[in-house]
């Protein structure tokens, strides 16, 4: 495998993360905020975006893993570990790394609205552009991508490469 160009530098991804943080600390002002990283991916964007938020937060994971091929989602998820904490009446942000299908977003908008959180929303670094979805409201965007598959910043090939500090495409695979 050979990484291929530069779609997001490091730099540009400080600025956005920068930008977001700063909302995110506008909007929850005042109010008990649930940071939920999805693993393993979410994990960088989590750690950096975290500390651009200037309110007290708390930090929850969950690991869910699609069944599928290496790079296609099924919509098929299931989860690997479950939040440690119960989320009802807490304003709850899901933070993802990347939205390609949506279905895992879907799948745990869905499972975890039962569990009656003050409010439930999404915050995701980068969005693939192109590819049919189910609605979903993305309240905090970073970038728009091309459909491509892409490491880097928390993202895998294989499970490696996801502590490149910026996004890439990959070139080839051999
Ligand atoms: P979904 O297709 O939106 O459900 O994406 C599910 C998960 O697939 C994401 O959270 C990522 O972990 C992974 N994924 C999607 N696209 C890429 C990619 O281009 N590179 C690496 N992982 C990806
Ligand atoms: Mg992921």
């Given at each position: ?23 995110i600390?506008?909007d929850y002002?005042?109010k008990?905020l649930l940071l939920v990283g ?8 989590m750690?950096?975006l975290a500390?651009?938020i200037?309110?007290?937060v ?32 807490r304003h709850v942000l899901i933070v993802e ?20 959180p003050?409010s439930l929303s999404l915050a ?15 309240k905090y ?34």
């Amino acid at each position: 495998m050979k990484i291929g160009k530069t779609l997001v530098s490091a730099d540009e991804i400080e600025a956005k993360l920068t930008e977001m943080g700063a909302a995110i600390t506008r909007d929850y002002e005042g109010k008990d905020l649930l940071l939920v990283g999805i693993l393993k991916g979410a994990f960088v964007v989590m750690a950096d975006l975290a500390r651009h938020i200037t309110i007290p937060v708390e930090f929850d994971f969950m690991a869910v893993s699609s069944y599928g091929s290496a790079t296609k989602s099924s919509g098929v998820v299931r989860i690997l570990k479950d939040l440690d904490q119960e989320i009802e009446n807490r304003h709850v942000l899901i933070v993802e790394d990347i939205v390609d299908t949506g279905l895992t977003l879907h799948y745990l908008l869905k499972n975890l609205s039962v569990r009656r959180p003050a409010s439930l929303s999404l915050a995701a670094l980068l969005i693939k552009d192109g590819v049919e979805r189910p609605p979903l409201e993305i309240k905090y965007e970073g970038f728009h991508i091309p459909p491509e598959f892409v490491i880097g910043y928390g993202l895998d090939y294989e499970g490696k490469y996801r502590n490149l500090p910026y996004v890439a495409v990959v070139d080839s695979v051999d």
